[in-house]
């Protein structure tokens, strides 16, 4: 059985993921074939894809502070009034990304790899693979969320998070041969109701960004389980035909059914029961807290 895992974006909250990837990988000793990643999962896969996961960790268990990740440009906001691209410069995560993600380690790793990335230019959803030239630039383009921090420039585009189009890649792990596919998601697919007043632009954006990638997740994974669910009918109304003869048999033959080339896949979702870290809250209790609620969600969902 061809195994996937499909890791969403999410900012801060792609710790979560990290603690699901340890029980996952360390105690039950996983070995993913496929592994497709957006936004902070992009690294999360780069890292997993070269068999690196307890650098990874590591990584993620040293941060200090946002300052570890990105730094405000001056003006902040105000900036873009006077030309600037983003509110924050993220260049502390491409010292990150540079140091520790090996393009030469992942292609011969034997994995395939996905990083989900979109062309402002074009709006479309580039799936960037391992042998992608210039690798470690891609997977920064597919952490920049937009307006908060810069576009990437390649192939003369402007690159930008792939969870603008995609959350949650299954249909590129699906395409791969995947049959197992488990879905780490970085925050939940239910909003958690807020009582504060949102002031500030950069927090009422990330906030807006939040929900709409959570009904994104939401309706891809529904749409998910919703083919899973015909290709049962179809399979078992194929069987009651055959068992009542030939007649009923070509009826059925004569039925073009819209998912009769898919097949069905094995989904195991692993998401946040509740939000234990905000999008930029860089910050080690928190950053250690989401980690811990990763494994042990993972645990419960797949012991």
């Not at 585009?157 to 969870?163: A, M, R």
């Not at 919703?226 to 078992?236: C, G, K, L």
Request: include cysteine; charge should be neutral.
């Amino acid at each position: 059985m061809k195994t996937a895992v499909v890791l969403s974006g999410g900012g801060a909250k792609g710790a979560f993921q990290v603690g699901a990837l340890d029980y996952l990988i360390n105690e039950k000793k996983i070995d993913f074939e496929i592994i497709c990643g957006v936004s902070a999962g992009a690294l999360n896969a780069s890292m997993v894809a070269q068999g690196d996961f307890n650098t990874l960790k590591k990584i993620w268990q040293e941060i200090k502070s946002h300052r570890d990740i990105f730094h405000q440009r001056l003006f902040g906001i105000l900036g873009g009034l006077f030309g600037a691209d983003s509110v924050y410069c993220n260049r502390p995560l491409w010292k990150k990304i540079d140091c520790y993600v090996d393009p030469e380690k992942i292609r011969n790793s034997g994995k395939e790899l996905r990083i989900g990335t979109v062309s402002l230019q074009t709006g479309e959803y580039i799936s960037v693979n391992q042998n992608y030239p210039d690798l470690k630039r891609w997977i920064l383009a597919s952490t920049a969320i937009p307006v908060t921090f810069e576009p990437i420039n390649l192939d003369r585009e402007q690159i930008i998070d792939g969870g603008v189009r995609e959350i949650t890649p299954l249909s590129t792990a699906i395409n791969l041969g995947a049959e197992r596919i488990f879905v780490i998601l970085a925050a939940s697919t239910n909003v958690r109701q807020e009582n504060k007043e949102y002031r500030r632009l950069i927090d009422i954006g990330v906030r807006s960004l939040d929900i709409i990638l959570a009904e994104v997740c939401a309706n891809d994974l529904r749409i998910a389980e919703m083919i899973n669910a015909n290709i049962r009918s179809w399979n078992e109304l194929k069987k009651r035909a055959e068992n009542l003869g030939n007649k009923t048999e070509e009826l059925y033959k004569n039925i073009n059914f819209i998912h009769e080339k898919h097949r069905e896949i094995e989904f195991i979702e692993i998401a946040p029961e509740e939000e234990v870290i905000g999008t930029l809250q860089f910050r080690p209790e928190k950053i250690g807290a989401a980690i811990s609620a990763g494994y042990a969600e993972a645990k419960k969902v797949y012991p």
